[in-house]
């Protein structure tokens, strides 16, 4: 690295160029309690903030901050002297080293939002909202490019309503994706798409309803019958086990349960995995071969596949390997996978929030709707050893807390759980 740093710094002297004072005319994040032990950082944010670049980017290059902050606080001298496409990549460089780094995160949507890339910016702000729900200046620029892009949209759909009905959907999707809280454009959509016997287009829409209204009896009747027309047998139990929870022993969603059952048995699958579905718990092995199931055509196996020793004769064994080798399960140091030990919820949020980050460091970002209100669990204390992860995926809705507003850490986490948040993130790629 050392050998390195040096011809960068001529590339970032180059490309900042020349002494004369800069208007700082975009939001410049405050230090975190942790960076003002570095005198020469703090100096630069303080010299930045003032608009003086120049200075700035001397005292960042003489700071011992680690790397991925001195790479953000170099994007931000790139963003004051607008230079737009080399701030970008230091934010970029920042996020590859720390994904968690909100400085660089804030400077990237800004850089959408000054090009005019209203979907990216808003995309971003959003994830940012999820991982710092506290921070009011996030929260506000997430919530105006929200209701201002949602109007654009809705009118929009309203002049075409009567003269184009494609661009009347089209223009109900983007409002919908914009505020998906709206679940009357979400239901709007479903069904007509669902008339139209687009069944395949319909089927996320009635998804996104669901997860706002979560007993809407007639959505899931109706989600149960596409999963099933598209042979999705796994997710049509599934939703008929939450329909039995409000119907308990109703004869018509016990047939139509004992239907699918059938069909589903008759799927080309390891019979231990068919059996995850009508499960009351779920092991490590179960819940790797779930991810791996799910995700097959994300996760590669690009380095040499760990080595395992307590694995053989799994029905998931290639799964597990595949995991473990990507790093969104991990081994114990003596290369044992525990594989009937039963996870709990904080450990699956470990779990979950890996995935989420193997996706994105892969060229898969996911777009999360932040809870409108921020939530961390009552139960849940700030000093807990995941509760940065276990924040990050309640807000962005993929796990939920019970109706007394707990998480219940250390309860197992079941399968039904699970599979809902696997199939949330799945949902959320490239949308």
């Not at 620029?141 to 309503?161: N, P, V």
């Not at 040499?304 to 390997?321: H, K, L, M, N, Q």
Request: aromatic residues 12%; proline residues 5%; hydrophobic residues 40%.
């Amino acid at each position: 690295m050392k050998a390195i740093l040096p011809a960068a710094l001529i590339l970032l002297t180059i490309a900042c160029g020349g002494v004369k004072p800069v208007k700082i005319d975009f939001h410049l994040p405050a230090l975190q309690s942790g960076d003002f032990s570095d005198a020469y950082f703090r100096q630069g944010w303080e010299q930045l903030q003032k608009g003086d670049a120049d200075s700035a980017y001397k005292s960042f290059q003489l700071s011992e901050v680690r790397l991925d902050k001195k790479q953000a606080a170099f994007g931000y001298v790139f963003l004051a002297r607008k230079k737009f496409s080399a701030a970008a990549a230091q934010f970029t460089q920042a996020l590859a080293t720390d994904p968690g780094n909100l400085e660089a995160g804030m400077g990237l949507a800004m850089i959408h939002e000054f090009e005019g890339k209203t979907a990216e910016a808003y995309q971003a702000y959003g994830h940012l909202l999820a991982r710092a729900p506290a921070d009011a200046w996030i929260k506000l620029k997430y919530e105006s490019i929200r209701s201002s892009a949602t109007q654009e949209f809705l009118l929009e759909a309203e002049k075409a309503k009567d003269t184009d009905k494609a661009k009347y959907i089209r223009a109900l999707e983007q409002a919908a994706w914009f505020s998906p809280d709206m679940t009357a454009i979400t239901l709007q959509i479903a069904d007509y798409y669902y008339s139209e016997n687009a069944w395949e287009r319909s089927l996320p829409f009635y998804e996104a309803v669901l997860e706002k209204d979560a007993h809407n009896e007639a959505v899931l009747l109706r989600l149960a019958v596409l999963y099933e027309k598209k042979e999705k047998f796994d997710m049509a139990l599934v939703t008929l086990d939450r329909l039995l929870a409000t119907k308990p022993g109703d004869p018509f969603l016990e047939s139509e349960k004992k239907r699918v059952r059938d069909r589903f048995q008759e799927m080309n699958l390891p019979e231990k995995f068919k059996r995850i579905f009508f499960k009351s718990e779920i092991n490590r092995e179960e819940l790797a071969a779930l991810i791996g199931y799910y995700f097959e055509p994300f996760i590669q196996m690009d380095r040499v596949p760990e080595i395992i020793t307590d694995i053989d004769g799994s029905f998931a064994r290639d799964y597990i390997i595949k995991i473990c080798t990507s790093g969104i399960m991990g081994t114990r140091p003596d290369h044992t996978f525990d594989r009937f030990s039963t996870p709990d919820r904080a450990t699956f949020a470990v779990i979950l929030n890996s995935l989420v980050a193997y996706l994105e460091k892969n060229g898969h970002p996911l777009h999360f709707t932040p809870l409108a209100k921020a939530s961390t669990g009552a139960d849940l204390s700030p000093l807990h050893k995941n509760y940065d992860a276990i924040t990050f995926l309640v807000n962005s809705q993929i796990l939920h807390l019970d109706p007394t507003n707990n998480f219940n850490p250390t309860q197992p986490v079941l399968p039904a759980d699970v599979i809902y948040a696997l199939k949330k993130v799945l949902n959320s790629i490239g949308n």
